[in-house]
C-alpha cells in the first residue's frame, strides 16, 4: 500500500535546503507519520541500481509486541510501498545484486528470520534461521565481487543468563544465495568466566574479496562508569571462506560501557549503550566505530574510531571524531561508498547530560583518507527535537552508501512523537570541507 508521502512532500524537501552545496533527494521525509511510535531504523541500497532503497523499523502503532514496518522506493525515494511484519523487532536490511530484497529480524517468541522479496514486497518468503532466547539480530550481504558473492550472513546474541544458567554467546550463519537455506549455526564466542556481565551486539561487514568480518562487545560494567573505565572490549573475528571458518577471536580495543537511562530526565524510550559498529572498504581497510568517555577523567561521551589497513590483522590507536567541542554525541552509525569513502551519521545534543527540554539532531561527516581526515559536520535533520517524546526503547540508526547515493535514516522526534526519517545525497555533490581528526 502506499503511504501517501508523495513526490510533492520530496521536491518541496529539496527546493527548502537552500544553503548547501549538495543535493538531497528525499530530504528529511518522514515514512511513518502517525501518533505511535517508530524505532530503530535500517536502510539499504541496490548495489546495481541506487534509486532503489529499502527501510525498517520498529513499529508500535498496533501496541505491544512490536511489528517491524518496512518501505521499498524504486525512485530514489520520491515514493514508498510499504506494510508491516507482525511480531517483529529490530531489523537490518539489505539488496544482493539480482533485486532481491532482504530484512533480517527477530520474531516474538524466539525466532531468527530473514525475508525475502523478489517482486518488491509484493511477495516474502520468511525463512527461520533459529530459535531460543536471542537478541539483536544483524545481517550482511556480499556484494563484493569476490568469490562467495551472493552471500547473506547473519550474526546474533544468544541469552542464557537466568534461563538454562549458561554462558551467553555469539552466532553466526549464512546462505549460499537468495534461494538457498542457512547452514547450521556456529558459535563464535561465549562469555567468560571473568568480570565481564554480558556479550552482545554482533555484526558484520563484507570486505574485499569476500573477506567477511565480525565485532560484538564483551561487557564489563561493574561499579561505577568510572571503575569500569576501558575495562569492556570490542571483539573482532574474520573470514577468508565464506564464513565456513573463522580467525581469533581476538580483542580490538578496550572501552567504557555505560547504560545510559538518566538522560532526558529518566527512562526515556532511548537507551544510550555505546554500540560497536563495523564497515569495510574493497582494499583492506577495516573501521570499527563506538562511542566512549573522552577519557578516564573526562566523563563527556563522544565518537571513537579505530581502523585497521591491513584487514584487522593490526589497528590503530582510536581517536574522537565528530566532536563539535560541546554535550553528548551518540548512537554512530557506519558506512563505505565502493570507492573507499567512510561516511559516519551520529546524534547530538548540545547538552552533555540533557535533560526533558533538550534536544538532538542527526549528523554526518566523510572521510576521504581512509579515516586520517574527515569532514566538518553537515546536519542530516533539518531541525533538533526532543527524544523526551519517545517511550519506547531503541538503541541505533543506520546509513548506507553505494556508487552515486547515500541514504541515512534515523528516529526524529518533531511532533512530540517519534517517527521513522530518510534523507539521501548524492554522493558526486556532497560538501569537500574536511578538517583532521
Known sequence: MKTGLILFLGILGVILQTNTSFAQ????????????????????????????????????????????????????????????????????????????????????????KVAVTSDTGQHWNHKTIYSGSVDKPLMSIDNSGGQYDGRIYVTWQVLHTGI?????????????????????????????????????????????DSRLYLTWARVYNNGSEAQSYNKSAVMFVSSINGGVGFSGPDTVTKYTHTYVTSYWGGWSGIVAEP????????????????????????????????????????????????????????????TTSEDGTIYVTYMHSPASNPGVSDTAACFLIRSLTKGETFSDPIQVSDRYSNP????????????????????????????QNSNIYISGYEINQLSNSSSAT
Open 25 to 112: 533527494i528525499p530530504d528529511n521525509f518522514p515514512l511513518t507519520l502517525n501518533t505511535s511510535e517508530q524505532v530503530e531504523c535500517a536502510v539499504g541500497i541496490n548495489p546495481l541500481n541506487n534509486d532503489e532503497v529499502v527501510v525498517a523499523w520498529n513499529d508500535y502503532r498496533d501496541g505491544i509486541p512490536c511489528d517491524m514496518g518496512w518501505a521499498i522506493s524504486m525512485d530514489g525515494g520520491s515514493t514508498w510501498d510499504s506494510s508491516l511484519f507482525v511480531d517483529a523487532i529490530d531489523p537490518s536490511c539489505g539488496f544482493d545484486k539480482h533485486g532481491n530484497i532482504f530484512v533480517c529480524y527477530y520474531g516474538y517468541g524466539g525466532f531468527i
Open 164 to 208: 538454562d544458567y549458561r554462558p551467553d554467546s555469539i552466532l553466526f550463519s549464512y546462505a549460499k544465495a537468495a534461494d538457498s537455506g542457512f547452514v547450521t549455526p556456529i558459535m563464535l564466542d561465549v562469555l567468560p568466566k571473568t568480570s565481564f556481565r554480558a556479550i552482545k551486539f554482533p555484526m558484520t561487514a563484507v570486505g574485499k
Open 388 to 415: 523526551y517524546y519517545s517511550s519506547k526503547h531503541h538503541e541505533y540508526n543506520w546509513v548506507a552508501a553505494s556508487r552515486e547515493r547515500l541514504y541515512a535514516t534515523w528516529t526524529d522526534y518533531r511532533n
Open 275 to 334: 554500540i560497536p559498529t563495523i564497515t569495510a572498504d574493497l582494499n583492506s581497510g577495516v573501521y570499527v566505530l563506538y562511542w566512549n568517555r573522552e577519557d578516564s577523567t573526562n566523563g563527556n561521551k563522544r565518537i571513537k574510531w579505530i581502523r585497521s589497513t591491513n584487514n584487522g590483522v593490526l589497528w590503530d590507536t582510536p581517536v574522537t571524531i565528530g566532536d563539535m567541542g560541546v554535550g553528548l554525541q551518540f548512537f554512530p552509525a557506519l
